[in-house]
Structure formats: structure tokens, C-alpha cells
């Protein structure tokens, strides 16, 4: 299941804010695909040691996908800096908050 998404994916959110709802797209398909594989009849044939290990799959990928797809929100959110010169009065490629 390929549920990774680039920022400018992030289901419409591209506007500076994002709303949040629509960016989580890939959660709600993985999440669809956990319940379509609970509901499946064949699903009715494992045991609950078997059904209890692909339960486990499931949702740690759902959770992989939740955390992913937030990480990308977040970056759409991110307000972009121009250019950022330290204290050295050397030039930076990226800007971190500091501690």
C-alpha cells in the first residue's frame, strides 16, 4: 500500500493555512482499506491469532499514514523565510526555531 504523499499533494491545502480535512486523504483510504479487509467474508476464516497479526499490519500502517500525512500539512503550513544569514554572517540553506 502506497500512502506517502509530497507536500503539494496535501489535498488542497496549498493556500498557507490548509484547512486540515482535506489533507489527510491518504488516512481516510488507508482507513477505508482497514475496514473493507475486516468486512471481506474471507476475513471470517482466520484465526484470531491470524486476524489479531493483520489487525496489528493494518493499523500501524494507518498510524505511519496519519503521522506522514500531518508532517505534510505542516509543511504547507510553513510560512517560507527568504534568506537566512547566522550570527556568523554566513548564509543558511534551511531556518530552524532555536532552543
Request: charged share 30%.
Amino acid at each position: 500500500m502506497e500512502a506517502s504523499m509530497s507536500p503539494g499533494q496535501a489535498g488542497g491545502a496549498g493556500d498557507g493555512e490548509g484547512s486540515g480535512r482535506e489533507a489527510f486523504g491518504q488516512s481516510r483510504a488507508c482507513f477505508e482499506e482497514l475496514i473493507t479487509t475486516l468486512a471481506d467474508p474471507d476475513s471470517g476464516r482466520l484465526t484470531h491469532a491470524q486476524m489479531e497479526e493483520q489487525l496489528t499490519a493494518l493499523s500501524r500502517e494507518l498510524v505511519r499514514t496519519l503521522h506522514q500525512d500531518s508532517l505534510d500539512l505542516r509543511t504547507v503550513r510553513e510560512k517560507r523565510r527568504g534568506q537566512v544569514t547566522g550570527s556568523d554572517q554566513v548564509r543558511r540553506g534551511i531556518a530552524e526555531h532555536g532552543a
